[in-house]
């Protein structure tokens, strides 16, 4: 019996080889003839640095870059097995918790981090970037990733204009002619799963500014900034970013790497999948187990799990999904593709416990899998 294990992290717990390792430990203790992989997967977000690492025998890189006051902050990403391809979590370098509450303030933050970390992995000779653009601090339209990347912002003077969503609004003239002419070669992926436009109600001001340390005075100033940018990328770079789904994630980081670095936007799921080769493995696999911390009905919203599920049904490969926590619209998500949904919880318990001793959990929880898979293999046919 083929068995593939791909769930993601169980987040502030344990990573997604842990949680991987686990089941396998639980799963060989009552099959030990079962040919057993792990997958260890992610959706774009924290987490998919060390998973892609696991899944192509990759290395971490560890440097200092700026964090998003331009302070120097230790930071990481990853490169694949075969030397290639760079993988990236921008809040490694321009994240909301490298901030203490009372620092948060996208008036002044930048991406330049971010650019940084491009930077190195273009120096190590990769030429294909998978970037994800969760947690962000920032909103400046990634003018700082770009910025350390060669590009010049300036205003009325000939000046730079500074860092942050505040400093847009004095942007006269952006010069592309000093980017990083290796950029022109290199394939870049954006892990992006939200579809955000850049500006109004619903863009990068207006519903992340507030959680990033914006009032309602600076997110009307923030998003008129972004309104300005965009009126320039169109004048004077050519290129629609605004409306595109994506543009206003990440700050607009999203819209920032369209335009000035030419990257695709796509759903983290997905970009992480074919990374990782997943498809394949699914195929050779006889059943599929998958999982995160939590499972509800928003499972299906790009996370992990449904992505495995549907590609497992694709090929008619059943799925056990494990969790930390289930909701109780559970049939929903029986109806999404899992053949069944496993808590690893024994009794009731608070978070605390749950989290300290969910390792042992999820071996348990392998050792029940394989058990009901056992007590299957012996039942007769139904008639």
């Not at 060989?28 to 992989?37: G, L, T």
């Not at 996208?106 to 970390?117: A, D, R």
């Not at 005075?217 to 629609?240: A, F, P, S, T, Y």
């Not at 992990?304 to 497992?312: F, H, I, N, S």
Request: proline share 4%; with cysteine; net charge negative.
């Amino acid at each position: 019996m083929h068995i593939l294990i791909a769930p993601d992290a169980f987040k502030e717990c344990l990573s997604a080889r842990r949680v991987a390792l686990a089941l396998k430990e639980g799963v060989e203790s009552i099959f030990p003839e079962a040919e057993i992989r792990i997958a260890p997967m992610a959706d774009g977000g924290e987490g998919t640095v060390e998973s892609v690492i696991d899944a192509t025998g990759g290395e971490l890189i560890k440097l200092r870059v700026k964090d998003p006051l331009m302070r120097d902050t230790p930071s990481f990403y990853g490169i694949t097995g075969d030397g290639s391809t760079a993988v990236i979590e921008m809040a490694a370098a321009s994240g909301i918790e490298l901030l203490s509450e009372s620092e948060r303030n996208p008036w002044i933050t930048s991406t330049y981090g971010t650019g940084q970390l491009v930077r190195d992995a273009l120096d190590r000779g990769c030429r294909r970037i998978l970037l994800g653009i969760g947690g962000s601090a920032t909103n400046d339209g990634g003018t700082g990733m770009a910025k350390a990347l060669g590009a010049d912002f300036l205003d009325r003077s000939g000046n730079d204009i500074g860092p942050g969503g505040g400093a847009l609004a004095n942007l006269v003239k952006i010069h592309l002619e000093g980017m990083d002419a290796r950029i022109a070669a290199t394939e870049i992926l954006v892990a992006c799963d939200v579809t955000n436009p850049l500006t109004g109600p619903d863009g990068a001001s207006a519903v992340y500014g507030p959680q990033k340390g914006a009032d309602r005075q600076m997110v009307n100033r923030l998003d008129r900034n972004l309104v300005h940018l965009d009126r320039l990328i169109r004048e004077q770079l050519g290129k629609e970013i605004s409306l595109v789904p994506g543009a206003g994630a990440a700050g607009g980081l999203g819209g920032g790497l369209m335009a000035f670095l030419g990257a695709s936007l796509m759903k983290g799921f997905d970009m992480i999948a074919g990374t990782v080769e997943l498809e394949e493995k699914i195929r050779w696999a006889d059943l599929v187990i998958t999982g995160e911390g939590r499972m509800d009905g928003q499972t299906q919203n790009g996370k992990t799990p449904y992505g495995v599920a549907q590609l497992a049904g694709k090929h008619g490969k059943p799925v056990v999904g494990v969790a930390g926590s289930i909701e109780n619209d559970s049939k929903s998500m029986v109806d999404m593709g899992f053949q069944v949904i496993i808590s690893i919880q024994e009794k009731p318990s608070d978070l605390d416990y749950a989290i300290t001793h969910a390792e042992e959990l999820l071996v348990r929880t392998g050792e029940r899998i394989a058990r009901l898979l056992h007590l299957g293999f012996n039942l007769p046919s139904p008639r």
